[in-house]
């Protein structure tokens, strides 16, 4: 429906949705394909609006591809990152977001603060997977006295 024929890019693009939406718990992941380039990306949203664009590890690529990108990317020329997803065939995926400029790193409490917010969301998670069993059979319980 896309328009995108390759069904290896079409994989690479599931999987990657699958990633950001249940390993990185991210927002609202979209797609889209881009027939010039002949791209699948994905958007999403955390704190920022990211962009991903997945590829095979087999596939080649130059500075001048990932300027192409990055241009149609951001055509007003700001400085916008995207994530290039380099994903292999046994699931191992890697992920470097692109610049077309330096950007500097984020302060020592920014850090902070998203370790932080990291280990409240890992904590959360895990709290929820060990209730999993106790809220499966008190449902069950309930279903039963009905």
Sequence with gaps: K?????????????QTYMELCEVHVLKDVQYYYNKDLDIIY???????????VPISVKQ???????????????????????NLVI??????????????????PPS????????LSEEKRNLIAS??????????DEAICKKEKQ
């Design 108 to 115: 020592p409490e920014a850090t902070k603060k998203r370790k």
């Design 60 to 82: 080649s690529f130059t500075p001048e591809w990932i300027n192409n990108i990055h241009q149609y990317l951001s055509p007003s020329g700001e400085t916008r990152t995207f």
């Design 127 to 136: 709290e929820i997977k060990k209730k999993i069993p106790e809220l499966y």
């Design 87 to 104: 994903r292999d065939t046994d699931g191992t995926c890697v992920m470097y977001k692109v610049t077309n400029d330096l950007i500097p």
């Design 2 to 14: 896309m328009g995108c024929t390759s069904q290896s890019k079409v994989l690479l693009a599931y």
């Design 42 to 52: 994905l958007a999403a949203t955390d704190e920022d609006h990211e962009l991903y």
